[in-house]
C-alpha cells in the first residue's frame, strides 16, 4: 500500500480514539433522557450509564459533563440530562424500559426520553498527561 492511504487510516483511528476518550464533541443519532427526582446518587446514574452502553452508546452527557469509561460520576442535581449518542433503535428500547422503571421510584416526579436523528454533545473531557511513563 501506499503511505498516504496508512495515513488516512491511523489518522481515522486517531479521530476515533479521541472521540472515546472524550476529548473532542460529537454528534449523531440518539437518546435524550430528562429526570426531574430528589435523591438520586451517582450510583443510580452510574447504572443508567451502563445500560446504555451495554445499548451501544458511543458517547453520553450527564448535565453537560461527558461521560467516560474509567471516570466517576460523583455530583447529582437534578433534573438531570442524560444525553447519548447511538444506535437509537437500540438506545430506545433501554431509555424506554429505564423511564418505565425510574417513574416507579418514589424519588423520580418524572422521567422521559426522546429520540434524535441528531444528539449533539458538546462536552469533553481535559486530557491528563502520563506522570510516571517517559519516552526511552
Known amino acids: 500500500g501506499q503511505s498516504g492511504a496508512a ?11 479521541r472521540e472515546v476518550e472524550g476529548l473532542v464533541p460529537v454528534h449523531g443519532p440518539g437518546v435524550v433522557l430528562e429526570i426531574d427526582a430528589g435523591g438520586l446518587t451517582p450510583l443510580d446514574l452510574q447504572d443508567a450509564v451502563n445500560n446504555l452502553l451495554t445499548a451501544g452508546a458511543e458517547a453520553i452527557d450527564i ?35 429505564m423511564t418505565q422503571q425510574l417513574r416507579a421510584d418514589r424519588r423520580v416526579r418524572s422521567a ?3 429520540v434524535e436523528a441528531d444528539v449533539v454533545i458538546r462536552s469533553v473531557i481535559s486530557e491528563k498527561p502520563f506522570v510516571y511513563a517517559v519516552p526511552s
Not at 495515513?7 to 480514539?17: I, K, P, R, S
Not at 455530583?75 to 444506535?87: C, E, K, L, M, Q
Open 7 to 17: 495515513d488516512q487510516v491511523l489518522g481515522a483511528e486517531a479521530d476515533q480514539l
Open 63 to 97: 448535565n453537560g459533563e461527558r461521560i467516560v469509561v474509567g471516570v466517576p460520576i460523583t455530583a447529582v442535581s437534578s433534573p438531570v440530562t442524560i444525553t447519548a449518542v447511538g444506535d437509537s433503535t437500540r438506545l430506545a428500547l433501554v431509555a424506554d424500559l
Open 112 to 114: 422521559n426520553y426522546q
